[in-house]
């Protein structure tokens, strides 16, 4: 059996005559683009026909970017040492920067364009793309002049572009230094995760330690790092007229504060509950304490359960068959047509990812897969973003961009769908261990995140006033931890250097990367209960709530099956979702312990 993926539905190779063809294609799309524009947009004669043509001309060329960038980098994917697919990948990113300039000159001839929604209303493909043009219109009350926004640019490259890669090369070159059964060992600090697990309490506590010295060597520079890239940030919003890098960030979420708020304090308010998942492991840990921070992601219970590849595609397909024919069919099609690449192997990367093709009307997945039941479920969440992408795909391409809080919806509904599958199937000592990494996720995605939050928020509001010391940095992580963790964890072995691991803080780009997270959690638990008091009645708006998830704000998208994201009442319903399963591990915890 064939368990790598076939690419040959893109390309044959990079020396195929189609794979040529469009790749000139790409290579002379923006001078036609910058011809066009520059002949079309002098003037608002028949404008709705040239945006109509500009739209006609930029589907084409992002179907065709979308094509040969996939080849590339899907490649490079399952062979990091592919020389052709990456000096590939780096024509078709030149070539696609080319396209910059004419896109510039589409948004200021929108701006400028008065008669917008007349047009809108008068044709077809204005219509469709309704939500695409407004966003585009909508940003440019944020635009500088084009002089300030090339300066930007360009300062970027020497000011927070350059503080991030300063900050990724001294955190690559921090080592951890410890002596374990006698043997003293050096190893980067982003290779301890891959020494041999240990149930040993002072081995993970030493490792911990080491961890945190490592960290201390290099926390000055990364402080400056912090401090410069983020008052960048504090900059620039305010000179596209943003009260906050907060309010950016929402408006690039297409979301509202009012969401947040909900959000942030239904999260809150269910802190006492979430908490008790530490608790509980804490009590089978033998920490009298509370747990430790270094401990939060350990196990219990055992499930030795291991799955062959054909035994975990036919759980996920029983447990997609559970919900819709539409859904079973289409991770059959994966697997029949080899759109999964399983096995780990030398030059594959790490990790899992889903990576929607357009232009083919397919997903390709990528897992590495070692038969435990986490890689059954990775499984089913990679699949769950390709099925998203099958919605989409019946959408223009220009409505395909959706907004990261909505990223994970259909993911992480597949890993609940499965979830309910597997738990009638396993013993309790296996249900235990299920519950105990299955929860991990939702509780590290509340509890962890809204600490990140806290994080970033009082770090804006400080820089707003003076640069931080790293002593003042990691006051302000603890802090975010206590206030988030509370009781759930040992006060005495929190982790104040976590603001140095998490690249995200390092992306000017990046803000806030947290509550979104938080968002896509809930509110695909939220979806999942729905379906279980609607049955089969609600496939198809969930269909259809997966399809507008490009061409409109989230509230709206949301509003498709009846939900209210403004209000606290269905953020609570989701959260209610996570208690029970902490309920059950409790129970099960108990028998455990007994």
């Known amino acids: 059996m064939n368990y790598t993926w076939s690419l040959d539905e893109l390309y044959k190779s990079f020396d195929s005559d189609e794979y040529k063809k469009d790749l000139e294609e790409l290579s002379s799309a923006g001078s036609r683009m910058l011809e066009f524009t520059q002949r079309e947009f002098a003037d608002y004669n028949n404008a709705a026909q040239k945006i109509e043509k500009y739209i006609e001309m930029t589907r084409k060329n992002a179907e065709l970017s979308i094509r040969l960038r996939s080849y590339a980098f899907l490649r490079i994917a399952t062979n990091s040492k592919d020389a052709d697919a990456i000096a590939n990948l780096g024509k078709i990113g030149r070539y696609s920067s080319e396209l910059t300039a004419p896109r510039i000159s589409f948004q200021n001839y929108l701006r400028d364009y008065k008669d917008i929604d007349d047009a809108v209303n008068e044709s077809s493909i204005l219509k469709e793309h309704e939500f695409y043009l407004h966003e585009i219109i909508d940003a440019c009350k944020h635009q500088l002049s084009d002089k300030e926004e090339i300066l930007i640019s360009k300062m970027k490259l020497t000011g927070s572009t350059a503080w991030s890669q300063l900050q990724g090369k001294v955190s690559s070159e921090a080592v951890v230094e410890l002596e374990e059964n006698g043997e003293k060992i050096t190893i980067p600090v982003t290779a301890l995760s891959q020494l041999p697990s240990t149930d040993d309490v002072e081995v993970k506590k030493n490792r911990f330690f080491a961890e945190c010295k490592a960290y201390d060597k290099y926390a000055?520079?990364?402080?400056?790092?912090?401090?410069?890239?983020?008052?960048?940030?504090?900059?620039?919003?305010?000179?596209?007229?943003?009260?906050?890098?907060?309010?950016?960030?929402?408006?690039?979420?297409?979301?509202?504060?009012?969401?947040?708020?909900?959000?942030?304090?239904?999260?809150?308010?269910?802190?006492?509950?979430?908490?008790?998942?530490?608790?509980?492991?804490?009590?089978?840990?033998?920490?009298?304490?509370?747990?430790?921070?270094?401990?939060?992601?350990?196990?219990?219970?055992?499930?030795?359960?291991?799955?062959?590849?054909?035994?975990?595609?036919?759980?996920?397909?029983?447990a997609f068959r559970g919900f819709s024919e539409e859904l079973y069919g289409f991770a059959k099609t994966a697997f029949d047509n080899r759109w999964v690449d399983f096995e780990p192997r030398a030059g594959k990367r790490s990790g899992a990812f889903c990576s929607g093709v357009y232009t083919i009307k397919e997903s390709r997945v990528l897992t590495n897969f070692n038969g435990n039941i986490k890689d059954v479920n990775t499984l089913a969440h990679e699949l769950g973003h390709g099925f998203h992408g099958k919605q989409l795909n019946t959408e223009s391409v220009l409505n395909n961009s959706y907004p990261m809080p909505l990223a994970e919806t259909a993911s992480t509904f597949c890993e609940e769908v499965l979830k309910n599958e597997l738990l009638k199937n396993?013993?309790?000592?296996?249900?235990?261990?299920?519950?105990?990494?299955?929860?991990?996720?939702?509780?590290?995605?509340?509890?962890?995140?809204?600490?990140?939050?806290?994080?970033?928020?009082?770090?804006?509001?400080?820089?707003?006033?003076?640069?931080?010391?790293?002593?003042?940095?990691?006051?302000?992580?603890?802090?975010?931890?206590?206030?988030?963790?509370?009781?759930?964890?040992?006060?005495?072995?929190?982790?104040?250097?976590?603001?140095?691991?998490?690249?995200?803080?390092?992306?000017?780009?990046?803000?806030?990367?947290?509550?979104?997270?938080?968002?896509?959690?809930?509110?695909?638990?939220?979806?999942?209960?729905?379906?279980?008091?609607?049955?089969?009645?609600?496939?198809?708006?969930?269909?259809?709530?997966?399809?507008?998830?490009?061409?409109?704000?989230?509230?709206?998208?949301?509003?498709?099956?009846?939900?209210?994201?403004?209000?606290?009442?269905?953020?609570?319903?989701?959260?209610?979702?996570?208690?029970?399963?902490?309920?059950?591990?409790?129970?099960?915890?108990d028998s455990y312990k007994a």
């Not at 912090?226 to 620039?236: A, F, I, M, W, Y």
């Not at 279980?532 to 704000?553: C, H, P, R, V």
Request: proline share 2%.
């Open 426 to 589: 396993i013993s309790n000592e296996e249900k235990l261990s299920f519950l105990s990494f299955s929860l991990l996720s939702a509780i590290q995605v509340t509890v962890d995140i809204l600490s990140r939050y806290y994080f970033e928020t009082e770090f804006f509001e400080r820089r707003k006033d003076h640069e931080l010391s790293t002593n003042e940095i990691k006051e302000i992580m603890l802090d975010a931890q206590r206030k988030s963790y509370g009781d759930g964890l040992d006060d005495e072995l929190l982790n104040p250097y976590m603001w140095l691991n998490k690249v995200h803080y390092y992306y000017a780009e990046r803000n806030f990367y947290n509550f979104p997270y938080a968002f896509g959690l809930l509110f695909s638990l939220g979806l999942y209960s729905i379906y279980d008091e609607k049955g089969k009645a609600f496939l198809d708006d969930y269909n259809n709530l997966l399809k507008a998830t490009g061409k409109m704000k989230i509230a709206d998208v949301c509003k498709l099956v009846g939900v209210d994201v403004r209000t606290k009442d269905f953020w609570k319903r989701s959260l209610d979702k996570i208690v029970a399963d902490i309920d059950e591990f409790e129970s099960l915890a």
């Open 220 to 318: 000055d520079i990364s402080a400056a790092c912090l401090n410069n890239l983020k008052g960048e940030v504090l900059t620039v919003s305010e000179l596209r007229g943003y009260s906050s890098p907060l309010e950016m960030t929402l408006n690039e979420c297409r979301m509202d504060k009012e969401t947040l708020d909900a959000l942030i304090e239904s999260i809150e308010e269910y802190l006492p509950q979430l908490r008790r998942y530490f608790k509980i492991k804490a009590k089978l840990l033998n920490y009298p304490k509370g747990l430790p921070y270094f401990d939060v992601s350990a196990q219990v219970g055992k499930s030795n359960k291991k799955y062959t590849i054909e035994e975990a595609k036919e759980t996920v397909l029983t």
